[in-house]
Structures are given as structure tokens and as C-alpha cells.
């Protein structure tokens, strides 16, 4: 299949107190053309520090790429410079973010942050500019653009302003979307509408959508593949379906079991997996999931699972043929999952 | 706007009671009086005769309200030390500390904002280090000290710059006399107020850098100059804005200082002379007008504070 975006064995990190701390630790991943694929896993586990290398962001923020490979259309991003860098964020690849309320700048018009977007990357006068910021706001849903434009990001709703980051994100038709969280500060209501939307414009436009997420029930809503994460490392990935029927990793099992039905009461998890992720100081040896795991024997605690192939699907965990042979990765009925498809 | 306004036209209406009713008992209740500065073969009758002149043998109450009932009709009254009207003195002496100050507020503001993004940016750097030790240095020497050194190297040393005067005006000005005596000043002046404004900047502007608005617009593309000198900058001189109207007070005592050591006859030595002489009328006079002065410098900075930031509701 036409691949648009491959990472190899990326480490990124941090120069803290004590050293160099990998926030992501040795992940590969690919995603083909036209597909959503989401990245879950718990708060902390390398998930928007992926998506910030993609974008060569990191490095803006004291973050290195220190090892690895981003290939996106086929091109190495990581040796990119700085300025062919910056001609592929906002026109080839995308991204929005978490916090809708704070991503757009105060003192300037919405009109103003969209048009900005399309003139960074096309020689157009300021009035098309200001006309193909119309045409995006009203795309992405925003009723009365003309006055909208005029607007300051203040006088609007986070739905709205999240509208308005997808409006900026699409200026260039991207062929990756990289959308980091994007409904988490939102509420119910709105995150089914802002996912609607996200739905809408890759079928529109096949455009692939890497979208993160610590909610397992929006990838399960969303993606076609799930990349599972834990710990700055890649514990699972498999289609959506194969996931829910069936996790390979008890951690996967542990994020599915903690999913509250659908008509349950939302953010209160089930079951939740015991213990807490690790800090990037003190990862675990062996396995990284090892201290939480019910099923860890020794040779978790000394030796690393590498991620590998088994059929379609890629697991990192010593133990999985045994966990399947024996229904032990089954999800129980009460943990719920009742999820739709 | 009209509300806004008459709102802080009432602020400073109180104001402005509160500053001369303390300033009229303050200069009251000093030791001394007119009379004391008298020559000393004065006779006890010629200064009981100037006293009741001055109409200083009422209360201070009845001489309080007295001045208050002429200064609100715009009357001033008559300076005691030069029998003139206490608004042709001060009109005299205001455009020099005008002069003055907006030269340094100008050059404040420029510099300051320059080194504070400068030392943003360049966080960590020489750079940053150097614009730091400056400051510091500026903050705490004092500004009579620096004046002398100043006036110790340039003028009598070196013989570049004159040490006092405001130079020659009028028919025989000369753009190099007036600029050579202007330099001094301003530079001691200047020292009061650019340090803060260069670290207030710099801080602002390292604030906003973290900011998720401004990953957002390295997200969209932008070149790096965009990112800074457009988006960071934008922001980060909104409270740079607002410690400027903070300054005004702190220019103003400056003033004072420097009009003193360069011997600049401004309003800062008009009112040194005043109070030593015990002219009551012209120490109020140049009260009230300092305290209009920083309300409407004040109003002013709010004036500009609410234009560059849409989240202030627009008066
Ligand atoms: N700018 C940074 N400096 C130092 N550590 C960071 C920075 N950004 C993220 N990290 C660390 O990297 C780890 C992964 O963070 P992140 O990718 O944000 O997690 P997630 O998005 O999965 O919640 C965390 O331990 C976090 O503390
Ligand atoms: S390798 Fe061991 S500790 Fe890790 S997930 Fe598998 S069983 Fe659990
Ligand atoms: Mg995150």
C-alpha cells in the first residue's frame, strides 16, 4: 500500500538534570495514504512528543531527535534544514492541539491567523488570502464566516477556536493531519461534533489523519489502525477491529478494560490498570509495563520485548502466544466494551 | 468612552485633594517660614508685618481653603519669592523638564525594548548575560553618583560636554550647544528607567515564547522572524505598555535629581528652589501640575493599553 508517513526506530528526548531522557524511546510506525490512525495511551507516554518530532517541533522546545528515521512522501524529514522544514509544516503536514482556548494567538483575527496560514505558503494577494479563509471557516463549519473573520480568538467557543485550528490546518490541503488530543478539553457534545468534522474532511479528501488520543472509545470511533503506547515505546498495533476483538498486550487489555460503557457515566473508567506510568528517570528494565503487568515473570523484569510481527499485527510482549493459547487477554465482560463498529 | 472618562476625571479629582491637602500640611508644618528666610537685620516687626502680608497668621484650614477656592478658578496665586504669578514660573521652567524627559522616555522605550527581546532571544547567551550585568548596574548605582563620574570624564577630564546649563536658546541657539547639553542629562536620566524596561521586556517576551499560540504559528509555517517579531512581540508588549505608565512617577523624581547635579532649570530645580525658600504658593503650584501630569500619562497609557489588547473591552 501507498505509505505516506514512515518512522523508524525515532528517539527523541531531553537534556534534564541527570542526562539526556528519552521521552520516546525507539518507535516505528507507518501510516498509508488516506488512513486515520490513532496513537493511545496513557498521559505521559510519548504521544505528543512523536507527533512534535514529525513536525520537527521538538527541537523549538529544548527536544532533540537524536536517533531515527521520518520518511513522509518517501523524503527524510530528520535531516531536513530549518527552512525546508518550515515549507512542509502547515502546507504538506498539519497539526492541531489539545488546548483550543490557548493556540490561537489573543491579539490578532481569526481572519488574520488563517490568511497568514495560506500567504506562508502561496504567493496570493491579502484580499484572496481573506476570501479562501471564507471558503475554509465555512468548510469547517463556522456559520457566518464574513463576521467570524473579523473576530477575535476570545469572543469565540473552544469548539469554535478548535474549528478554526482545523480551518488553519487545512490553508494548504495537507496530506497528513496530525491532531494531538484534539477534543480532550472539550465536552461531549462538542468533541462528537469536532470528530464528525475530522471524519468528514479525510473522506473528502483523503487526506491520512494521525490523531492521538488517551481515550481509547475516540480511537475506537475513529481510526482504522491503533498504535497502543506505553512509556516512550510501541506496545501494540492492529487494526481497530482486531484490537477490540481481541488485544495481543495486557496493556492493551488494561486501556480496553478501563473504557466505560457507552451509556455508562463518561470519564469514570471501570477498571483502571493499577500502578502509574513511570518517569522518564526511572523506566523500569526489562519490559517497561513489567512493574503493572499480572502476567510478569523474570525475564520481564531483565529483558526487553522487542516489537514483532504476528500475522498483521505487532506486539511487544514475551509471553503473548501463552496469554492467547490460554483466554488470558480475553476482556471481561463487565470491563464492557460496547463499543459499536 | 465618554463614561470611562468622566469616570477617571472623578479618580482624579480625589486625587488630586488627597495630594494637596498633604502637600499644604506637610510644607505648613516644616520648621521655618517665609519669614525665616528673611535678611537677618529684619526687625521683629518687619516680619510680623510680612507674615500677616502673606496672610500666614490665619489657620492653615482657612489658608487651605483659601488656595483651593482661587486654584480651582485657575489662580495659582503669586509666587512669595519673585512676586510673580506662580503659572508664569512654572510655564517658564516646564518646557526644559518637557525637553528633558521625553528625550529620555523616547530613548527608554527604543533601547528598552530592543535589549529586553534581544536578551530574550538570546536567552542563556553573552549577549543576554552582558544586557543583564548592565542592568543590574544601572538599577543600583545611584544616579547622583554616575552623574559626578559622568560630569568628572566628559567635562572636566576630556572637555566634550558641557557639565551644567540647558545652553543658549532663542536667537542665538545652536543645534550642537543645545544637543551637548541635552546628552549628559538624558543619559543619567535615562539609566532610571531603562533597566526596568529592558528586563520587564525581556521577561514578557520569554513568557510569551512559551506560549501554546506560538507553537501554533511555527505549526502554520512561519518563518522564525514572523514567530518573534510579529506574534511574540505583539503580545509581549502589552504589559511593557502598562509598566511604561508605572515609570512616569519614577522619571519625574528622577528629573528632579538630574536638574539638580547639570544645573538644568527645569521644573526639578524650580521646585528645590521653591521649598527653600518657603514659596508656598509655587511648591503647590508644581505639585498640582506633577500630579497632572502622571494622571494624564496614566490615562494615556490606559488609552493605548486598551487598543493594542482585543481582550480589553475597547473604551
Ligand atoms: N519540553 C519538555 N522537556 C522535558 N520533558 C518533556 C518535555 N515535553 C515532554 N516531556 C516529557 O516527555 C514525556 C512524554 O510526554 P508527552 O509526549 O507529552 O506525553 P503524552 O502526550 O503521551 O501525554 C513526559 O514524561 C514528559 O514529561
Ligand atoms: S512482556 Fe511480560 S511484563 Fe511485559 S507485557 Fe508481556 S507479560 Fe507483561
Ligand atoms: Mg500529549
Redesign the pocket.
Known amino acids: 500500500m501507498d505509505k505516506i508517513l514512515e518512522v523508524k526506530s525515532l528517539v527523541t528526548g531531553?537534556q534534564?538534570k541527570e542526562g539526556f531522557?528519552r521521552?520516546v524511546d525507539g518507535v516505528s510506525f507507518d501510516i498509508n495514504r488516506g488512513e486515520t490512525i490513532c496513537i493511545v495511551?496513557e498521559?505521559?507516554?510519548?504521544?505528543?512528543?512523536?507527533s512534535m518530532s514529525i513536525m520537527r517541533l521538538v527541537e523549538y522546545?529544548?527536544?532533540r531527535i537524536i536517533d531515527g528515521e521520518i520518511k513522509f512522501n518517501g523524503e527524510e524529514l530528520t535531516t531536513k534544514n530549518t527552512e525546508e522544514m518550515r515549507r512542509i509544516r502547515g502546507s504538506k503536514i498539519s497539526m492541531i492541539f489539545q488546548e483550543p482556548l490557548t493556540a490561537l494567538n489573543p491579539v490578532f483575527t481569526i481572519g488574520k491567523q488563517i490568511s497568514e496560514a495560506i500567504l506562508f505558503h502561496h504567493s496570493l494577494g491579502k484580499k484572496e488570502a481573506w476570501q479562501r479563509a471564507e471558503e475554509l471557516v465555512r468548510l469547517v463549519g463556522i456559520s457566518d464566516p464574513q463576521a467570524r473573520l473579523k473576530q477575535y480568538p476570545h469572543e469565540l467557543s473552544g469548539g469554535m477556536r478548535q474549528r478554526v485550528m482545523i480551518a488553519i490546518a487545512l490553508a494548504s490541503e495537507p496530506d497528513l493531519l496530525i491532531a494531538d488530543e484534539p477534543t480532550t478539553a472539550l465536552d461531549v457534545t462538542i468533541e462528537a461534533q469536532i470528530l464528525e468534522l475530522l471524519r468528514k474532511l479525510r473522506q473528502e479528501r483523503n487526506m491520512s489523519i494521525l490523531l492521538?488520543t488517551?481515550d481509547i472509545g475516540v480511537a475506537a470511533e475513529m481510526a482504522d489502525r491503533i498504535i497502543i503506547?506505553y512509556a516512550g515505546k510501541v506496545m501494540e498495533i492492529a487494526n481497530t477491529k482486531d484490537i477490540f476483538d481481541q488485544p495481543f498486550h495486557p496493556y492493551s487489555k488494561g486501556l480496553l478494560e478501563s473504557v466505560p460503557k457507552m451509556n455508562g457515566e463518561r470519564g469514570v473508567p471501570l477498571k483502571s490498570i493499577k500502578g502509574s506510568i513511570p518517569?522518564?528517570n526511572e523506566i523500569p528494565s526489562g519490559c517497561r509495563f513489567s512493574p503493572r503487568c499480572p502476567f510478569a515473570t523474570d525475564k520481564c523484569h531483565t529483558e526487553e520485548p522487542l516489537l514483532e510481527m504476528r500475522g498483521d499485527r505487532q506486539v511487544a510482549c514475551w509471553h503473548v502466544d501463552y496469554l492467547i493459547e490460554n483466554n488470558l487477554l480475553q476482556i471481561e465482560e463487565e470491563g464492557g466494551v460496547s463499543i459499536e463498529f | 468612552m465618554l463614561r470611562f472618562l468622566l469616570n477617571r476625571l472623578g479618580q482624579s479629582v480625589v486625587l488630586l485633594l488627597i495630594v494637596t491637602v498633604i502637600t499644604f500640611f506637610l510644607i505648613n508644618l516644616a520648621p521655618g517660614g517665609p519669614a525665616s528666610t528673611m535678611r537677618m537685620e529684619a526687625s521683629p516687626e518687619e516680619r510680623q508685618a510680612m507674615i500677616e502680608k502673606l496672610g500666614l497668621d490665619q489657620p492653615i484650614y482657612v489658608r487651605y481653603i483659601d488656595w483651593i477656592t482661587h486654584a480651582v478658578q485657575g489662580d495659582l496665586g503669586i509666587s512669595f519669592t519673585s512676586s510673580e504669578p506662580v503659572i508664569q514660573r512654572i510655564s517658564e521652567r516646564l518646557p526644559y523638564t518637557i525637553e528633558l524627559t521625553v528625550f529620555t522616555i523616547v530613548i527608554s522605550v527604543i533601547v528598552g525594548i530592543l535589549l529586553g527581546v534581544l536578551s530574550a532571544i538570546k536567552r542563556g547567551k553573552a549577549q543576554d548575560h552582558i544586557i543583564n550585568f548592565m542592568s543590574v548596574i544601572g538599577l543600583s548605582v545611584p544616579a547622583f553618583w554616575l552623574g559626578l563620574m559622568l560630569i568628572l570624564l566628559f567635562s572636566i577630564t576630556l572637555g566634550w560636554l558641557p557639565s551644567s546649563g540647558v545652553g543658549s536658546r532663542g536667537a542665538d541657539f545652536d543645534l550642537w550647544g543645545w544637543i551637548s547639553h541635552l546628552i549628559l542629562p538624558v543619559l543619567i536620566l535615562t539609566t532610571t528607567v531603562l533597566p526596568n524596561i529592558v528586563r520587564f521586556t525581556r521577561s514578557s517576551m520569554l513568557e510569551v515564547i512559551s506560549q501554546n499560540y506560538i507553537r501554533t504559528v511555527r505549526a502554520k509555517g512561519a518563518k522564525e522572524s514572523i514567530v518573534l517579531y510579529v506574534h511574540a512581540l505583539r503580545n509581549a508588549l502589552i504589559p511593557v505598555v502598562t509598566i511604561i505608565g508605572v515609570l512616569i512617577p519614577r522619571l519625574l523624581s528622577g528629573a528632579v535629581i538630574t536638574e539638580a547635579i547639570f544645573g538644568w532649570t527645569g521644573i526639578g530645580t524650580l521646585i528645590i528652589e521653591a521649598a527653600r525658600g518657603r514659596d508656598y504658593p509655587l511648591v503647590m503650584g508644581v505639585t498640582v501640575m506633577i500630579t497632572i501630569v502622571v494622571v494624564v500619562c496614566n490615562l494615556f497609557v490606559d488609552l493605548v493599553y486598551s487598543r493594542i489588547d482585543p481582550r480589553v473591552k475597547n473604551v
Open positions: 531531553y534534564g531522557v521521552a495511551g498521559s505521559g507516554s510519548g504521544k505528543s512528543v512523536t522546545e529544548n527536544g492521538i488517551h503506547m518517569s522518564l
